[in-house]
């Protein structure tokens, strides 16, 4: 690709004699609420397009820019009516026959998460996706369905209803798959669920991710992820091909309750993270304790790039996230690298006997 510096990306744009910044203002000045924070953001957008049809692409790159920004819209709008809920991402193979012991795991995972007011998320196709919307029931359920010519449509839990998303890009569903993942099931299934289970592993493993619980299930005997877990180990872990504490961003688990449980663990007092300007935070539900900090600053030093740890109360002034004001903080400058040991940390800060008693 040729390399182009910032000039290009700031020069004016010029169609005759009309100036497209000024006529984006305006157009922008009666689309956008006057108390919106997103105004740079939308007009960036907008010079975005236009610098594309100021060079007049060729159709094909137009239609994905096209279709990606009308997906993507469509799937905000969607969502929105979600956005306070938490969901859980099931992965599995749409080939899976009811009379299976997986689509009976599977229907019950869903009615599981359910019961604890956890929306389900699938492709919204059969097998495995189909059992988890059936148990988990439509309203808590959302599919995210793929347009292929052969093999795939909504499931009837979610098939022409408003709790369904279509993509005809894969790489717009993955986009959501993970976004709006609170937690991700891998069950059983083909190149598709490899294919998810290793790429929200790489999200994760390298921070582009949130840090969230990714859960390994199968039936009792089965060997689907024991030989997946074992060829990481030994051609991964030991090349040194990823750090062996990357491993530990998976649980493996061999009944739906246990994978709840898990999941139910993992938010018992993490809550969430972020960056703010250097530190990382990790927002929590119960401060911790004195041993609880000492502890952090004996056994995981190693992952402060410089500094320790610190509980930080919430500040209006500093933090201006009043929809997280009731949860406490801890920062530190995470080192960006191990975030195997960053879900160390998370187990060790979720275990109740160090959060403080009155807490």
Same mark, same amino acid.
């Not at 795939?152 to 993942?181: C, I, M, P, W, Y």
């Not at 809550?271 to 004996?298: C, G």
């Not at 995981?300 to 406490?328: I, K, R, W």
């Given at each position: 690709?040729?390399?182009?510096?910032?000039?290009? =990306?700031?020069? @004016?744009?010029?169609?005759?004699?009309?100036?497209?910044?000024?006529?984006?203002?305006?157009?922008?000045?009666?689309?956008?609420?006057?108390?919106?924070?997103?105004?740079?953001?939308?007009?960036?957008?907008?010079?975005?397009?236009?610098?594309?049809?100021?060079?007049?692409?060729?159709?094909?790159?137009?239609?994905?820019?096209?279709?990606?920004?009308?997906?993507?819209?469509?799937?905000?709008?969607?969502?929105?009516?979600?956005?306070?809920?938490?969901?859980?991402?099931?992965?599995?193979?749409?080939?899976?026959?009811?009379?299976?012991?997986?689509? @009976?795991?599977?229907?019950?995972?869903?009615?599981?998460?359910?019961?604890?007011?956890?929306?389900?998320?699938?492709?919204?196709?059969?097998?495995?996706?189909?059992?988890?919307?059936?148990?988990?029931?439509?309203?808590?359920?959302?599919?995210?369905?793929?347009?292929?010519?052969?093999? @795939?449509?909504?499931?009837?839990?979610?098939? #022409?209803?408003?709790? =369904?998303?279509?993509?005809?890009?894969? *790489?717009?569903?993955?986009?959501?798959?993970?976004?709006?993942?609170?937690?991700?099931?891998?069950?059983?299934?083909?190149?598709?669920? =490899?294919?998810?289970?290793?790429?929200?592993?790489?999200?994760?493993?390298?921070?582009?991710?949130?840090?969230?619980?990714?859960?390994?299930? #199968?039936?009792?005997?089965?060997?689907?992820?024991?030989?997946?877990?074992?060829?990481?180990?030994?051609?991964?872990?030991?090349?040194?091909?990823?750090?062996?504490?990357?491993?530990?961003?998976?649980?493996?688990?061999?009944?739906?309750?246990?994978a709840g449980r898990e999941?139910?663990?993992?938010?018992?007092?993490?809550?969430?993270?972020?960056?703010?300007?250097?530190? *990382?935070v990790v927002r929590m539900?119960?401060?911790?304790?004195?041993?609880?900090?000492?502890?952090?600053?004996?056994?995981?030093?190693?992952?402060?790039?410089?500094?320790?740890?610190?509980?930080?109360?919430?500040?209006?002034?500093?933090?201006?996230?009043?929809?997280?004001?009731?949860?406490?903080? =801890?920062?530190?400058?995470?080192?960006?690298?191990?975030?195997?040991?960053?879900?160390?940390?998370?187990?060790?800060?979720?275990?109740?006997?160090?959060?403080?008693?009155?807490?």
């Amino acid at each position: 690709m040729t390399f182009q510096d910032d000039d290009y =990306l700031a020069r @004016q744009y010029q169609v005759s004699n009309i100036n497209l910044e000024d006529k984006v203002d305006e157009l922008l000045k009666i689309a956008v609420p006057p108390t919106s924070s997103n105004y740079e953001l939308y007009r960036e957008m907008m010079l975005t397009v236009a610098r594309m049809a100021e060079d007049d692409r060729n159709r094909w790159d137009a239609k994905i820019m096209m279709q990606t920004l009308r997906e993507m819209e469509a799937s905000f709008s969607l969502l929105e009516r979600f956005k306070r809920r938490r969901k859980v991402t099931v992965f599995g193979s749409a080939r899976t026959q009811p009379e299976h012991p997986l689509y @009976q795991q599977a229907k019950e995972l869903g009615a599981i998460l359910a019961r604890h007011n956890l929306m389900v998320i699938t492709g919204a196709g059969g097998g495995i996706m189909a059992a988890a919307h059936e148990g988990a029931g439509l309203e808590n359920s959302l599919g995210f369905n793929i347009a292929l010519p052969f093999e @795939q449509g909504a499931n009837d839990t979610v098939n #022409d209803t408003g709790h =369904l998303l279509s993509f005809h890009f894969f *790489f717009l569903r993955k986009l959501f798959f993970v976004k709006e993942a609170d937690a991700l099931v891998l069950c059983p299934g083909g190149f598709g669920t =490899l294919d998810e289970a290793l790429e929200v592993l790489t999200l994760i493993q390298t921070g582009k991710s949130p840090l969230v619980p990714v859960v390994l299930l #199968d039936q009792e005997g089965g060997t689907y992820w024991d030989k997946a877990l074992e060829f990481m180990r030994e051609e991964l872990a030991d090349k040194a091909y990823i750090l062996p504490t990357d491993l530990g961003l998976m649980r493996q688990v061999r009944t739906p309750l246990e994978a709840g449980r898990e999941i139910a663990r993992f938010y018992r007092n993490f809550h969430s993270t972020r960056w703010f300007k250097n530190k *990382f935070v990790v927002r929590m539900n119960h401060p911790l304790n004195e041993a609880a900090m000492e502890t952090l600053h004996k056994e995981f030093m190693d992952l402060c790039s410089s500094g320790d740890y610190a509980q930080v109360p919430y500040c209006a002034n500093t933090h201006n996230e009043p929809e997280f004001c009731n949860q406490f903080r =801890l920062e530190f400058v995470f080192n960006g690298r191990d975030h195997g040991r960053l879900r160390e940390l998370v187990d060790f800060i979720n275990l109740p006997q160090n959060w403080k008693s009155n807490s």
